[in-house]
């Protein structure tokens, strides 16, 4: 029970928001940070994150709201104002006018929240005019993106940790840092970059008890008709497809079309498609959108039935997040799951790019004199390349290895250790999406797992509706007993297989059956052996030639001897598919910066690198963080005049396309 006192936030929350009741666990959250007390609160997508900063701001005072997405700050700038609270926001996709307007606002006392890019914070005079009016409450929204541990990491949010002591001048300004997703190493690493000492951490809601996730392995070519089969069922729409490329939601899109109403939606859209097909989506006017991974973000669409991954995102962080758009309005809802062994080898090649050798950011870093280079030469003379040398000067930077400073000249930055923190870096982001894979093949609850990854210890137990709880649940996966033939092969698999090590399965394979028995039926006696208990896997890499070689290996659960006299009765396999053929789908086309068609033209490539510092400057980071010198190279090369023209070309993707889109072709279509 709450004392009278304490009506007040019941009271708040119905007049103020036109709400009812509170949500779970949004109470304790709202009352601690109302009281001026930090806090980090990790709450999945739909929770009800966003009010407990909303309204402890409004008992405390002038709130500051720190976040990195613009469309983020557009939907929660929407919402405010719809339920009549006084908010304004100042990010790059503005004019300038109207920001300073909205700093007006906030000056004047004219408004309760202000949505800030956490970018303004770094750029002169910004933080002490808006100290002129102090916030009362601080709010550092995707607080994940601080984290080099996190599945977003944004270099421009490392820097809050120095600006939030001169915004809490006095001691009376509580922070609340937010976020859905946070491992719990990122949870400590969110804390001590903001240095927020010992505040109290709510890591709640994470278990989802309407639904049922199913992951199941298919080939890319099969994905199609597979999740097709299951959004027939008009019970399974609205439904969100995620696929890992434009090309794809393309393609699936296209043969869908026949079915039902459904929408496309990638970052090579223009900016009006893209919120048509949003609104579409919102008023049930499209059944299905296909989408890449940046769809979702702000959709207020609370009776999403079904979410398909057509392929299997990067991380653990990733996949809750998106799978958790479908039912929010506490139905019964599914997240269908479709990957393979080849979505990890092309996330080991994103991983690869994104993340060069460590002997690479050595030798750049050797390369750079305590007296300084001008970027563009160092990039220049680097047998590396261009592409691969401003990758690692990116890198070198993010780790305070190097400095930037405005006229574009690097220098030693004042790291010491930063060769062990890249490699472990390079190790935690390489094994996110192993962890995703393993979870994915592993035996036990689904939810569970997830709770568990995410350190929510408020749940307990089994979810009772996944593919491994409830298998007679389940759309695509159908376990049975296992068959005479199969018996005898288990049996001699439990002979060759030790308990006091794990050895290669496929060597497992070879030396038990050769070619007696199909890679695949083996797999799914192995898969079958695990979920009894009678098993443990794990999968494991090794370097051969420079490319990483990944392998599943295996191991008795338990000495042969002490495994029950019954065991191969308690195993289940899984029913072998009728594939499913594919067509040959279209390969994209995407230029490339390996592949010039056209002669680079010069003088554009100096007004894009003039436009680039501009922009830097006004964002307050170094010229390479808006774009790579590749990019614009090949931006000068090719001269796109259209919005799909620009989302073709190498390292314009999504976010840059979001934020620089329309400035970009007004520089390479004027005069």
């Known amino acids: 029970m709450h004392s009278p006192a304490d009506d007040r936030y019941l009271a708040t929350l119905r007049d103020r928001f036109g709400l009812q009741q509170f949500r779970p666990h949004q109470r304790e959250v709202i009352e601690h940070v109302a009281d001026g007390r930090d806090a980090l609160l990790v709450m999945p997508t739909g929770g009800g994150k966003s009010l407990c900063y909303q309204l402890p701001g409004l008992l405390r005072g002038p709130t500051l709201v720190v976040s990195p997405l613009i469309a983020l700050m557009e939907d929660q ?68 993106c601080i984290s080099l541990w996190g599945h977003d990491f944004r270099p421009e949010y490392r820097l809050l940790g120095d600006r939030l002591p001169e915004l809490r001048v006095g001691g009376d300004c509580p922070v609340v840092a937010l976020t859905a997703t ?242 472990r870096q390079r190790t935690h982001r390489e094994g996110q999406c192993d962890t995703l894979f393993d979870l994915s093949r592993a035996a036990g609850c689904r939810m569970e797992a997830l709770v568990s990854y995410f350190g929510d210890h408020t749940h307990k137990g089994r979810c009772g509706l996944c593919d491994r709880c409830n298998p007679g649940a389940a759309r695509l996966r159908t376990l049975r007993a296992a068959n005479p033939l199969e018996r005898r092969q288990m049996l001699k698999i439990v002979e060759v297989l030790p308990a006091s090590r794990s050895v290669s399965l496929g060597k497992v394979h070879r030396d038990a059956f050769s070619m007696a028995l199909e890679r695949k039926a083996f797999d799914r006696l192995i898969d079958g052996m695990e979920r009894a208990g009678v098993v443990d896997t794990t999968y494991e890499s090794f370097d051969k030639e420079g490319q990483t070689i990944r392998y599943r290996s295996g191991r008795l659960a338990m000495p042969m001897g002490r495994l029950p006299l019954d065991w191969v009765d308690t195993v289940e396999v899984e029913e072998a598919r009728v594939p499913v053929k594919a067509g040959k789908a279209a390969k994209p086309k995407r230029r490339g910066a390996g592949q010039p068609t056209e002669p680079v033209n010069q003088a554009l490539l100096g007004e894009l690198k003039a436009w680039r510092k501009a922009r830097a400057q006004l964002d307050g980071v170094p010229a390479f963080v808006v774009m790579s010198d590749a990019t614009l190279t090949e931006l000068a090369r090719v001269r796109p005049t259209s919005r799909d023209m620009l989302a073709a070309i190498h390292g314009i993707g999504p976010k840059n396309l979001a934020k620089y889109g329309a400035e970009l072709l007004a520089e390479l279509t004027k005069g």
């Open 77 to 144: 700038h929407h919402k405010l104002t719809q339920v009549g609270l006084r908010c304004d926001r100042i990010h790059s996709g503005r004019q300038r006018g109207d920001s300073q307007y909205a700093l007006r606002r906030w000056l004047d006392g004219e408004l309760d929240f202000l949505l800030v890019a956490p970018e303004r914070l770094r750029i002169s005079g910004f933080v002490p005019r808006l100290m002129q009016r102090p916030p009362k409450l601080i709010a550092i929204d995707e607080a994940h």
């Open 182 to 423: 946070a491992t719990i190493r990122v949870q400590q690493d969110i804390v001590d970059q903001l240095k927020l000492g010992a505040c109290k951490r709510f890591i709640r809601g994470f278990a989802r008890e309407n639904l049922a996730l199913e992951l199941v392995e298919a080939n890319p070519g099969e994905r199609p008709e597979l999740a097709l089969k299951t959004l027939r069922d008009p019970a399974r729409r609205p439904a969100i497809a995620y696929c890992l490329s434009r090309q794809t939601v393309e393609d699936v899109a296209r043969a869908w079309q026949k079915e039902f109403r459904v929408a496309c939606y990638h970052a090579g859209m223009e900016a009006e498609d893209r919120a048509r097909v949003q609104d579409q989506f919102t008023r049930g006017q499209a059944e299905v959108v296909v989408a890449t991974l940046a769809f979702g973000m702000g959709i207020d669409k609370a009776d999403i039935r079904t979410v398909v991954h057509l392929g299997m995102p990067g991380s653990v962080e990733s996949y809750y997040q998106e799978v958790g758009r479908a039912g929010r309005d506490g139905l019964p809802s599914l997240g269908l799951g479709l990957f393979s062994y080849a979505d990890l080898k092309l996330h080991q090649s994103f991983f690869e790019r994104a993340y060069p050798p460590l002997s690479n950011l050595t030798m750049v870093h050797g390369a750079v004199p305590a007296a300084g280079v001008a970027r563009e030469e160092l990039l220049r003379v680097s047998p590396l390349g261009l592409e691969a040398a401003e990758a690692c000067v990116g890198k070198l930077w993010g780790l305070g290895a190097v400095v930037v400073d405005a006229e574009d000249v690097l220098r030693p930055g004042p790291a010491k250790q930063w060769q062990l923190e890249y490699e």
